[in-house]
Every structure is written in structure tokens, then in C-alpha cells.
């Protein structure tokens, strides 16, 4: 069995390895359209009500099969001086979203994630907040998020249990 300080360097070689592949391999394909539009949010009279909509992943074959493996819930409200605060709740379900994969385990648990961002009334995006928890309803974050418009560029702070991933990034 290799040292301890050995041991901790793989797993931190193999979590930035596994956060790069996910980034570059796997979260673009659930980009699949346009952001929302924050100007037509704002200047709504009234917000509409929650929205829940699935989370769905295809599987691959000769007549592509849609499964559902997690939910999110937004809403968005507007504030007295003019602000709208959107949040959203969801849920993945990771055995689910890993079946037919080469990580497909036995086990499932149930990522959450909770969000908000705040946007001015002119349809800007202030600030924001992400956190991501090991089950849909604990407390505890193993990590987060969160962005402030400061001048000209978007000041991002992230914070989890891997210390090199922990910082602040600067983007215009």
C-alpha cells in the first residue's frame, strides 16, 4: 500500500482529471439551448409561478430513448425595487445518469443542487449563488459558487473540500 501523501496526491490527480472530462466532455452536451433571456424576466409585470421541468438523458441506439434523471424547480420573483431573484432546486439521481456507462454502480444517490441569482431591472445579472450537496435535502454544501458584478467583470468565488479548486476567478 503506497504512503498516505501518495494516496492523497492520486485522488487529487484523479478529481481534477474527472472535474476536466466532465467540463469538457459531458457538460456540453446538456447545453442544448440558449440561456433565458434575464431583459424579458425583469421587465415582466408579474414573474410567472414555480416551473418544474425533468432533467432528461438519451440513451444511445438505433431509436434514441429519453429517461428522466433528475427534476429542477424555478421560480422568480420580483423584488419592490425593481430586481427579479430567480431560484431553482434540483435534483439528479446519479445511478440513473450514470446507467449504460462505464461508472454505473449499483448505488444511486440524489445530488442537489440550489441556486439564485439576482438581476436589476434593467435586465443585468448582479449576482449569483450555486451549491451543490451530496443529497437533495442536506444542509451542508461540498461545494459552492457564488459571482458579484464588480465594475466591468464578473467575480467568481468557488469553495469545496479540494483546496486547488478553491479560489476567485475574474471574468469580463
Do not use: Y
Not at 484523479?14 to 431583459?39: C, E, H, K, M, Q
Not at 438523458?57 to 420580483?78: C, F, H, M, Y
Not at 441569482?117 to 451542508?140: H, Y
Request: hydrophobic fraction near 40%; charged fraction near 25%.
Amino acid at each position: 500500500m503506497p504512503h498516505r501523501l501518495i494516496c492523497l496526491a492520486i485522488l487529487l490527480f484523479w478529481s481534477i482529471a474527472a472535474g476536466a472530462l466532465f467540463t469538457r466532455d459531458i457538460l456540453p452536451n446538456f447545453l442544448i439551448g440558449a440561456p433565458p433571456d434575464l431583459r424579458t424576466i425583469s421587465q415582466a409585470e408579474e414573474p410567472p409561478g414555480p416551473t418544474r421541468w425533468s432533467i432528461l438523458a438519451a440513451d444511445e441506439g438505433k431509436k434514441p430513448n429519453l429517461r428522466s434523471v433528475g427534476q429542477i424547480t424555478t421560480e422568480s420573483r420580483k423584488k419592490r425595487d425593481g430586481w427579479v431573484r430567480m431560484t431553482s432546486n434540483a435534483w439528479l439521481d446519479s445511478g440513473e445518469l450514470l446507467r449504460g456507462t462505464a461508472f454505473e454502480s449499483a448505488d444511486s444517490e440524489r445530488i442537489g443542487v440550489v441556486g439564485s441569482c439576482e438581476i436589476d431591472g434593467s435586465g443585468n445579472l448582479q449576482n449569483f449563488r450555486v451549491g451543490v450537496r451530496l443529497d437533495d435535502r442536506a444542509k451542508q454544501e461540498i461545494l459552492s459558487l457564488e459571482g458579484r458584478l464588480k465594475k466591468d467583470n464578473l467575480e467568481i468565488i468557488s469553495r469545496g473540500p479540494i483546496p486547488l479548486l478553491n479560489g476567485t476567478q475574474s471574468l469580463p
